[in-house]
């Protein structure tokens, strides 16, 4: 992953600037990330057909190890009306490891006279099992309010689909539980529906998602509860050859 970010200010009116005479034209703050990773983890799962119309799966997904290397450097230049100054900073290299949580989940379907699809989820993940760790740096502090902040969580879904050849009905939704050990509360909502057309060859497809999220924050020490909503529409043209 590469990330690079520019901050550039020429508009110095009513500040510093003045004690410079005008001489003072602009300056630019540059940084860049680079993050090299790899990753492994495990995935077991199995499915059983408990009558021609109804099945059950249960999957587990291990914690993924991974390994990481970052590197970061800045670089502020300073334009003034005479000469420019640039400075770099050096190349700060670091290793480390993470370990994201375990999770589980429970699934059952259903087929009702080849028209209708009935789906639910249910996932357990533990967010408090996340650890970083570094042959340079402990991460004791982190990993201790990692522990003490998140908690097990559990996720839930249910889906279903109509389907009237060429077109399908959906609709859904998803709710995920709080991660947080104190804020019981935090959770998130999807719902989303959609319609799609499919002639084989191509097909059409609108689909259209809301999502709300409850969350508290801090305004000069008062907790201050907010909800934050989302719509999302999308629109598909596909074709297949």
């Not at 034209?25 to 790899?38: G, N, P, W």
């Not at 670089?75 to 670091?94: E, G, L, P």
Request: net charge negative; glycine share 4%.
């Amino acid at each position: 992953m590469y990330e690079s970010s520019t901050y550039t200010e020429d508009d110095f009116e009513d500040t510093v600037a003045s004690v410079w005479n005008g001489q003072l034209h602009s300056f630019t703050f540059s940084d860049e990330l680079t993050v090299y990773a790899t990753g492994i983890n495990l995935k077991i799962g199995a499915i059983m057909r408990l009558t021609p119309e109804i099945k059950v799966g249960v999957s587990v997904h291990s914690p993924t190890f991974y390994e990481l290397e970052e590197t970061y450097n800045t670089t502020f230049t300073t334009n003034f009306s005479q000469t420019r100054i640039t400075t770099n900073s050096s190349i700060n290299y670091f290793e480390y490891n993470l370990t994201t949580p375990w999770r589980a989940t429970l699934s059952l379907s259903s087929t009702l006279n080849k028209y209708l699809l009935i789906s639910a989820d249910y996932e357990i993940i533990d967010y408090s099992f996340s650890k970083l760790y570094s042959n340079e740096y402990m991460f004791t502090q982190e990993n201790s309010n990692i522990n003490n902040l998140y908690t097990q969580t559990e996720n839930i879904s249910i889906g279903s689909e109509i389907r009237f050849n060429p077109i399908s009905i959906r609709g859904g939704y998803k709710f995920f539980g709080s991660p947080y050990a104190q804020q019981t509360d935090n959770k998130k909502e999807q719902y989303c529906f959609g319609i799609g057309v499919n002639y084989g060859s191509y097909y059409l497809d609108a689909s259209y998602l809301y999502m709300k999220h409850e969350d508290e924050y801090l305004l000069l020490d008062n907790p201050v509860r907010s909800l934050n909503e989302r719509h999302n529409l999308l629109f598909t043209l596909g074709f297949r050859y």
